[in-house]
């Protein structure tokens, strides 16, 4: 079993910037892909980006690509979030989850196997 949990989210200013940070605990974040979804109020779930288990592969949605990128430090059992150039539109609750093997080809709240509880990004002036 898995434990996941964000923090880092917050309020920031349009074109801002915020680093979300999945601290994992449980079982080693070695074999998993760590990926990132958000869930803004009224709204579907949707996935933000991915890192496959190996780093090789990274997966970005058409709407944060060029301005957030998705990291992991396997020896802390850590993966990261930072976002640029924040847009009021990106307000939403935001969740880590893993996928084991996971290779980010897809991106599905079905594929995963782990979800943290959430942490709240606020983009407002």
């Known amino acids: 079993q898995m434990r996941l949990v964000e923090s880092g989210g917050g309020l920031v200013q349009p074109g801002g910037s915020l680093r979300l940070s999945c601290a994992t605990s449980?079982?080693?974040?070695?074999?998993?892909?760590i990926a990132w979804f958000r869930q803004a109020p009224g709204k579907e779930r949707e996935g933000v980006a991915c890192?496959?288990?190996?780093?090789?592969?990274?997966y970005y949605a058409d709407f944060v690509k060029g301005r957030f990128t998705t990291s992991r430090d396997n020896a802390k059992s850590q993966g990261y979030l930072q976002m640029n150039s924040l847009k009021p539109e990106d307000t939403a609750v935001y969740y880590c989850?893993?996928?084991?093997?996971?290779?980010?080809?897809?991106?599905?709240?079905?594929?995963?196997?782990?979800w943290g509880q959430g942490t709240q990004v606020l983009v407002s002036s």
């Open positions: 890192l496959s288990h190996d780093g090789s592969t990274t």
């Open positions: 989850a893993t996928d084991l093997f996971g290779t980010c080809t897809t991106v599905t709240g079905d594929q995963m196997n782990f």
């Open positions: 449980g079982t080693s974040l070695d074999y998993y892909a």
